[in-house]
Nanobody
């Protein structure tokens, strides 16, 4: 079983950037596809980005395409989410998740992920 801890959240002005990190422990990250989701107050959890086990494939939610970038460093057991051109509507709690299915592609649905972090708050002011 893998444990996930997110970091890097905070308060940023619209147009700014943040980089979230997700550090894994308990098992090597290289066996997991990884994803980022977010949940704003009063809304359902939303897919943000996913990356396959090797990093060869990625996928993004429509609302973040062209602004966010997911990457991974398996040697450091860490996954990143680079967020640029942030908007107030990006405000949410961001969650890191691990997919233990050994799929070769990036997964996009919440139920496809087996392990979740506790989340990190991102607030974008206008």
């Amino acid at each position: 079983q893998v444990q996930l801890v997110e970091s890097g959240g905070g308060l940023v002005q619209a147009g700014g950037s943040l980089r979230l990190s997700c550090a894994a422990s308990g098992r090597t990250l290289s066996v997991y596809g990884m994803g980022w989701f977010r949940q704003a107050p009063g809304k359902e959890r939303e897919f943000v980005a996913g990356i396959s086990r090797t990093g060869g494939t990625t996928d993004y939610g429509d609302s973040v395409k062209g602004r966010f970038s997911i990457s991974r460093d398996n040697a450091k057991n860490t996954v990143y989410l680079q967020m640029n051109s942030l908007k107030p509507e990006d405000t949410a709690v961001y969650y890191c998740a691990a997919d233990g299915s050994f799929s070769a592609r990036a997964r996009t649905r919440e139920y496809e992920y087996d392990y979740w972090g506790q989340g990190t708050q991102v607030t974008v002011s206008s």
